[in-house]
């Protein structure tokens, strides 16, 4: 499982033209399964993502986590996070998990995320065609693999 979180501040997603949701200052979180994940890889990136400390103290230095800045969270499946371009230029999915061990999963992490920071968890539509629009801020941006453990 890999996720890429942003700090935002603020974050959109539109699916067909109209805003099916949005957040204000916080993050926003690229979810990729892999075939393979489990339960416990969820449950470990969500820890990492409740305690991550990737906002400004009052002096400045990144030193408080969302719920220390009562900051908005908004998650979004993202298969392509496991794309490989080992062989030519047209990336392959085949390491992204299918749709049947995915979307619950990605609907476990979800509600996993928002059980361990107390906040509601803005999503999209999974499988949708979306339009994500953000403001980064910083910029910030942290990349997490739960098989690469560092």
Known sequence: MRIVIQRVREACIAIGGEVHSSIGPGMLVLLGIE?????????????KIAALRIFDDPDGV???GITDVGG?????SQFTLHASTRKGNRPSYIRAAPEAESRPMYERF???LSDATGRKVA?????A???VSLTNDGPV???IDSR???
Do not use: S, Y
Request: no cysteine; charged share 25%.
């Open 35 to 47: 075939t393979g994940d489990t339960d416990q890889d969820a449950a470990w990136l969500v820890k």
């Open 62 to 64: 990144m030193n408080l």
């Open 72 to 76: 908005e969270i908004m998650l979004v």
């Open 110 to 112: 979800a509600r996993m």
């Open 123 to 127: 999503t999209g539509v999974f499988g």
């Open 129 to 131: 065609d979306m339009q």
């Open 141 to 143: 941006t942290v990349i």
């Open 148 to 150: 690469l453990r560092e």
